[in-house]
T-cell receptor, first 113, second 113 residues
Framework: DQQVKQNSPSLSVQEGRISILNCDYTNSMFDYFLWYKKYPAEGPTFLIS?????DKNEDGRFTVFLNKSAKHLSLHIVPSQPGDSAVYFCAALRRRGTYKYIFGTGTRLKVLA | NAGVTQTPKFQVLKTGQSMTLQCAQD?????MYWYRQDPGMGLRLIYY???????DKGEVPNGYNVSRLNKREFSLRLESAAPSQTSVYFC????????????FGPGTRLTVL
C-alpha cells in the first residue's frame, strides 16, 4: 500500500527550462509535505516543505504546490541547472498520531547542459 | 558541526552474522530515525526515537533492534542478518518528532551474502 507515489521514475530537462516533479498521496490525514534531494553516495538533504494549510511555498528557484482536493503536490525548479541533477523524494507526514514520515520512491532528474 | 554521522560506511556480512550500525548527531536534536533504501522502494522507516529513552517501530521493524543510548546516539542492530536485509541504511535526526525537516547521515551500504 503505497501511500505516497512518484509515478515518474525519471525526467530529463534542458538547462534553463522548468523541471516539474510530481507526487500523489492517498491519505487525507497527511498535513505536512517535504521534498528532499539526494546525490549518489550521500544522504538525502532537505529542499523545501509545505503545510497543508497552504497551497504554495517558494524558496528561490524552488516552488512547491499543493492541491489538497487532488491529493497532489508538485515541485517546480526554475531555471533548472546541471547541479540539480539528482534523485528527488517527496515525503508526507501526519503530525498527529503516527509521527511517521512516508517517502515516495523518488524521481531521478537529469538536467542536460 | 559534523551533523549526522554513521559508521561503518560499508559492510559485508554472511547470513546469520550480527552487527550494529552506529549513528550520532551533534545538533542537539530530540528525535532520531533509521531508514532503509531499496531500489524502487524509496526510504522506509525501520524504527524511530521521539526522544531520549523512547523507541517505536516504523514500517519495517522485523529483524532489527534499536537502542537510544543517549540524546546523541541511536544504534541499529541486526541480530541474525539475512540476504533480504541487503540495503542502504540511513540514520536521520530532527529537532522535534514530526516537525520540520530531517537531517540525514551519509548512509551505510550493507551486503548480506
Amino acid at each position: 500500500d503505497q501511500q505516497v507515489k512518484q509515478n515518474s521514475p525519471s525526467l530529463s530537462v534542458q538547462e534553463g527550462r522548468i523541471s516539474i516533479l510530481n507526487c500523489d498521496y492517498t491519505n487525507s490525514m497527511f498535513d505536512y509535505f517535504l521534498w528532499y534531494k539526494k546525490y549518489p553516495a550521500e544522504g538525502p538533504t532537505f529542499l523545501i516543505s509545505i503545510s497543508s494549510i497552504k497551497d504554495k511555498n517558494e524558496d528561490g528557484r524552488f516552488t512547491v504546490f499543493l492541491n489538497k482536493s487532488a491529493k497532489h503536490l508538485s515541485l517546480h525548479i526554475v531555471p533548472s541547472q546541471p547541479g540539480d541533477s539528482a534523485v528527488y523524494f517527496c515525503a508526507a507526514l501526519r503530525r498527529r498520531g503516527t509521527y511517521k514520515y512516508i517517502f515516495g520512491t523518488g524521481t531521478r532528474l537529469k538536467v542536460l547542459a | 558541526n559534523a551533523g549526522v554521522t554513521q559508521t561503518p560506511k560499508f559492510q559485508v556480512l554472511k547470513t546469520g552474522q550480527s552487527m550494529t550500525l552506529q549513528c550520532a548527531q551533534d545538533m542537539n536534536h530530540n528525535s532520531m530515525y533509521w531508514y532503509r533504501q531499496d531500489p524502487g522502494m524509496g526510504l522506509r522507516l525501520i524504527y524511530y526515537s521521539a526522544s531520549e529513552g523512547t523507541t517505536d517501530k516504523g514500517e519495517v521493524p522485523n529483524g532489527y533492534n534499536v537502542s537510544r543510548l543517549n540524546k546523541r546516539e541511536f544504534s541499529l542492530r541486526l541480530e541474525s542478518a539475512a540476504p533480504s536485509q541487503t540495503s542502504v541504511y540511513f540514520c536521520a535526526s530532527s529537532e522535534l518528532l514530526a516537525f520540520g525537516e530531517q537531517f540525514f547521515g551519509p548512509g551505510t551500504r550493507l551486503t548480506v551474502l
